[in-house]
């Protein structure tokens, strides 16, 4: 009982960053520059909605296919962690931070990376018990 109540846990965090994600990028708030001014990290792509929005969705399907405990989470969990480890390889490169303000914002995407990442061997473990099904 306590690995499905772990499993309910992480799936529902999922689905509320989903849907905060999915709910930016439909009003369009999130724009390149109100990332910049909330993380202060500044973005390489002019238009960051589609990212968002993909994002928003591959948190949706993780946080679902978790609460379902169906083993479709892994392979979503692992395609967020992926997705955003791709997505800062090309910030990195492209767009390397300017200044300390620049490089705490980078330093919150990286820490938040690490995050899903965790949440994502969470939910490889709880395959390899045998909860997800």
Do not use: H, K, N
């Not at 296919?65 to 390889?89: H, K, M, N, V």
Request: hydrophobic share 55%; proline share 3%.
């Amino acid at each position: 009982m306590g690995l499905v109540l772990i499993a309910y846990l992480v799936g529902a965090a999922s689905l509320v960053a989903g849907a905060i994600a999915c709910a930016g990028a439909y009003s369009g708030r999130f724009t390149a520059q109100a990332i910049e001014a909330l993380t202060g990290d500044r973005t390489p792509l002019t238009e960051t909605r589609w990212l968002v929005l993909l994002v928003g969705l591959v948190l949706l399907g993780g946080g679902l296919a978790l609460c379902a405990l169906s083993r479709w989470a892994a392979p979503i969990f692992i395609l967020g962690t992926l997705l955003a480890t791709g997505y800062l390889l090309y910030a990195s490169r492209t767009l390397p931070p300017a200044d300390a303000a620049q490089a705490q914002g980078r330093r919150r995407t990286i820490m938040a990376i690490y995050l899903y990442a965790t949440a994502t061997a969470l939910v490889l473990w709880l395959e390899s018990q045998g909860v997800l099904s």
